[in-house]
């Protein structure tokens, strides 16, 4: 993820998700910081608590697919926010944000609209509510 800071504008970021902190979205809004493309891998088939798992070739397979994916992804004219990648396991990619608009603003939106802002616009905000679960603002301070 440190690297993920750094990389240059349109990287593509992938995340192997375990049961730990399975309800943060740190590497999505990374990503997203990146102006880049997040892959959400669920492996939490393969870290159950107190037993070995080790990676095979269906899992490589779905790591390569999401990076297809997300290659993809990054040159459609108008791409989704939020994409199901494979029907078989909860494998997303989450787009990131475009600065148009009330998200255009150097200082962001005004106050009384960052909330609803937050909510409809950010694509890893949909992806906290729709994917993890989590609590919607739990990343959003100011929210």
């Known amino acids: 993820m440190t690297s993920a800071v750094f990389s240059r504008p349109g990287v593509i970021l992938v995340e192997l998700r375990t049961v730990y902190g399975y309800d943060t979205d740190i590497f ?25 798992h080790y990676a095979d070739e269906a899992l490589a397979k779905r790591i390569v697919n999401g990076i297809f994916a997300a290659q993809k992804h990054q040159t459609m004219p108008s791409p989704k926010s939020l994409i199901r990648i494979a029907s078989a396991h909860d494998d997303y990619i989450v787009g990131p944000s475009i ?45």
């Open 99 to 143: 600065a148009t608009g009330d998200l255009a603003g150097l200082m962001g939106p005004r106050a009384s609209l960052l909330t609803t802002t937050c909510l409809t616009r950010l694509p890893y905000a949909r992806y906290r509510d729709e994917v993890l679960e989590g609590e919607q603002m739990q990343y959003c301070s100011p929210c």
């Open 28 to 52: 999505a809004r990374v990503a997203d910081s990146r102006n880049g493309t997040y892959v959400h891998i669920d492996i939490r088939a393969y870290s159950k608590v107190r037993r070995l």
